[in-house]
């Protein structure tokens, strides 16, 4: 798996995305025969959705893959195949069938993050196949549009079971954050305030802010550290910064 779980001395961080990530899980693998038994969790980049993922996984032993860009329909079976602990081998055929032959009376769910490149390189029939084949739950993780982009396959889009989007990180979520990323460190409210309105609900961004803070008050020795220690420096916003014009060129 790409990403660690947020945790602290065993703690795990009770952010809302994760509770939600989690709720769908549930809500697939217990769903009644009849109903479809795929769903997605989408949202902007930053907002925690591998993370929540991630945990998910670990709590109910989920295959679990992070599709890449460069990815083939190939080598999409590969990675799965090898994520459920078995040799890929044969064409794309033979490995579908080596998928159902593993599932097969195997109640464990399948997670796809990074499912948008999976539309971009349009093999989602390849992945309807495999679910026709199995039945086995999976929830497929892309970004905001992934639900608009589906639509262009009626037939997987019409075996979605629920479509859940991921939520903007909190203001209380992001107190929570300091005790996995600031723990000897006290941030005052204050700073914690400036820092949050410009986030933009983003948890990778507030994880980013509050790791720098942190590391800046204990450069300076400090125990607490609020605005004002903390003065005009930049807070992250996901953007780099621009370099300082020198009034013409050389």
């Known amino acids: 798996m790409t990403e660690n779980i947020i945790q ?11 509770a939600l990530f989690n709720e769908l899980l549930d809500r697939v693998m217990n769903r009644k025969a009849h109903l479809p ?12 959705k591998t993370f929540s993922s991630t945990y998910g996984a670990h709590k ?7 599709v890449g860009d460069s990815w083939t329909r190939k080598t999409f079976l590969e990675k799965l195949i090898t994520e459920m602990g078995d040799t890929p081998c044969g064409s794309i055929p033979n490995m579908v069938g080596q998928i159902e032959d593993i599932l097969c009376g195997i109640d464990r769910p399948i997670i796809i993050d990074e499912f948008d490149y999976v539309v971009k390189k349009n093999y989602v ?6 679910y026709n084949r199995t039945h086995a739950p999976m929830v497929l993780i892309g970004e905001e549009r992934l639900p608009i982009k589906l639509q262009k396959w009626e037939r997987f889009h019409n075996r979605i079971l629920d479509w859940v989007p991921a939520e903007p990180l909190l ?4 107190r929570i954050l300091t005790r996995f990323y ?7 409210d204050d700073l914690l305030d400036h820092a949050f309105r410009v ?5 990778r961004r507030a994880c980013v802010n509050i790791s720098r803070i942190n590391e800046y008050a ?3 020795g400090l125990s607490k550290i609020s605005l004002k220690e903390w003065g005009n420096r930049p807070v992250y916003v996901g953007k780099a910064p621009m370099r300082a014009s020198t009034g013409g060129r050389r």
């Open 8 to 18: 602290n001395k065993g703690m795990i961080a009770p952010l809302q995305n994760v």
């Open 37 to 48: 038994g795929l769903a997605t969790f989408h949202g902007p980049s930053g907002y925690g």
């Open 60 to 66: 109910h032993n989920a295959h679990y893959i992070e």
């Open 125 to 130: 029939e390849l992945v309807r196949e495999i």
């Open 171 to 174: 203001e209380t979520e992001m």
């Open 182 to 188: 600031a723990e000897d460190v006290e941030i005052a």
């Open 199 to 203: 986030i933009e609900g983003r948890a």
């Open 218 to 220: 204990q450069q300076q």
